[in-house]
């Protein structure tokens, strides 16, 4: 199974900071990673498809990078409504699997 | 507008058996593979099971190989997820997702295993 490695798992930061997040695949995937943002209570929301592509109506300030092993999500400036917690899926080999998650916290 | 709308969760006894069904709308259903995903209570996602446009490919996690059944109706834009022999370690809210790369997701639905 290929293991994908998140960190940091929780993350302290203040509105406007830039803040970048993890994800380390066991082999690699190419890049058929994605990155998802789930609120409490909320189902998850895809952020990025393919490692780089951002879903229609996600704002620019995510952005995703990387392709083989080592994959990145990047919020350029923190807004009140990024604080939430933050997932990436590789999809390339069965099973598939997720990150443990990182969650984002207010400082 | 694609929509995912779950239903059939509850509670149930470890042993007992739970059938989850899908309905999508808003999209061709028999385009896309689809997938099931769950979360434990304060956990974090788990990729339970897909199954191709056909239904002719069907992949599942190893904890619920032997099972869990997953299943479609194109004609009925239907998905489900057939639960057996549930244990306490499969409580969690289940999520119906559109694609491999899970691209819309369902409210979610959650099964609770417990006597």
């Known amino acids: 199974d290929i293991q994908m490695t998140q960190s940091p798992s929780s993350l302290s930061a203040s509105v406007g900071d830039r803040v970048t997040i993890t994800c380390r695949a066991s082999?690699?995937?190419?890049?058929?990673l994605g990155w998802f943002q789930q609120k409490p209570g909320k189902a998850p929301k895809r952020l990025i498809f393919g490692a780089s592509s951002l879903q229609s109506g996600v704002p620019s300030r995510f952005s995703g990078s990387g392709s083989g092993t080592e994959f990145t999500l990047t919020i350029s400036s923190l807004q009140p409504e990024d604080f939430a917690t933050y997932y990436c899926l590789q999809h390339n080999s069965y099973p598939h699997t997720f990150g443990q998650g990182t969650k984002l916290e207010i400082k | 507008e694609v929509q995912l709308v779950e239903s059939g969760g509850g509670l149930v006894q470890p042993g007992g058996s739970l059938r989850l069904s899908c309905v999508a709308s808003?999209?061709?259903?028999?385009?896309?593979?689809m997938t099931w995903v769950r979360q434990a209570p304060g956990k974090g996602l788990e990729w339970v099971a897909n199954?191709?446009?056909?239904?002719?490919?069907?992949y599942y996690v190893d904890s619920v190989k032997g099972r869990f059944t997953i299943s479609r109706d194109n004609a009925e834009n239907s998905l489900s997820l057939q639960m057996n022999s549930l244990r306490a370690e499969d409580t969690a809210i289940y999520y119906c997702?559109?694609?491999?790369?899970?691209?819309?997701w369902g409210q979610g639905n959650l099964v609770t295993v417990s006597s």
């Open positions: 808003g999209f061709t259903f028999s385009s896309y593979w």
């Open positions: 082999q690699g995937i190419g890049n058929d």
């Open positions: 199954i191709k446009q056909d239904g002719g490919e069907k």
């Open positions: 997702v559109r694609s491999v790369s899970m691209a819309y």
